[in-house]
């Protein structure tokens, strides 16, 4: 899962965007409304969490823009407009969800995830194959009934390969989900995350695991 996030406050940008890497997302981060605008022209995110009063403009223009074009793509806001006139004209532009400052990390991560699990969104709810089950929701992963430990980039790597179990999942389309545009995954990045989760399954004694398609991807199918 992708996300971008649009803030121009340097600190509160980097906590969030700390918080939600650690729940396994790969992350972009902007300050200005150009800038987010420049994102979205060339990368596919699953959501967007998205500040008002940004240093070129108001956060607004960019969600109506968004709208306009008919891109369904999910969007928080994320924000000190607190008057309830202000959280209408949000919702009514066409944001999913509104998040007042000051916030709890937590809060947003699962608010994230509770846009990404709403019909026709990314998240479901558990993921399975074989014996091998993720639960979307609490982010844990378990082999027979079992519980794995998994840290956060490898789950949501599973994630990837859970939702196209069965079919290969191209190496770059790995890279650009669980690493930004602005700190990219060194060159062994995604082959070592693969080696670390494909160990774990066939530890805890998964009946699926990982193949390398080379020079295309991975896929998730039987042992």
């Known amino acids: 899962m992708r996300l971008l996030v649009v803030e121009d406050e340097p600190a509160l940008a980097g906590l969030v965007r700390g918080a939600l890497e650690r729940a396994g997302f790969g992350v972009d981060g902007v300050d200005a409304v150009a800038e987010a605008d420049d994102y979205l022209a060339v990368a596919r995110y699953d959501a967007l969490v998205l500040d008002l009063g940004l240093r070129d403009g108001d956060g607004m223009t960019l969600l109506r823009r968004l709208r306009q074009r008919r891109d369904g793509l999910p969007v928080l806001i ?133 193949h390398t398609v080379r020079g295309v991807g991975y896929l998730l199918a039987a042992a």
């Open 78 to 210: 994320l924000t000190a407009r607190d008057a309830p006139e202000d959280r209408v004209s949000g919702l009514d532009a066409g944001a999913d969800d509104y998040l007042i400052k000051p916030f709890h990390l937590p809060e947003l991560v699962s608010r994230i995830r509770a846009l990404l699990r709403r019909p026709n969104a990314a998240l479901g709810v558990v993921l399975e194959a074989g014996n091998l089950a993720l639960d979307t929701i609490e982010r844990t992963v378990s082999v027979g009934g079992q519980t794995v430990a998994v840290g956060a980039r490898e789950t949501a790597l599973l994630e990837m390969l859970l939702r196209r179990a069965g079919r290969v999942v191209a190496r770059e389309g790995i890279e650009q989900s669980l690493y930004g545009l602005d700190a990219p995954a060194g060159p062994n990045a995604v082959e070592v995350a693969i080696h670390r989760l494909r160990k774990r399954l066939q530890d805890a004694g998964a009946t699926v695991t990982i």
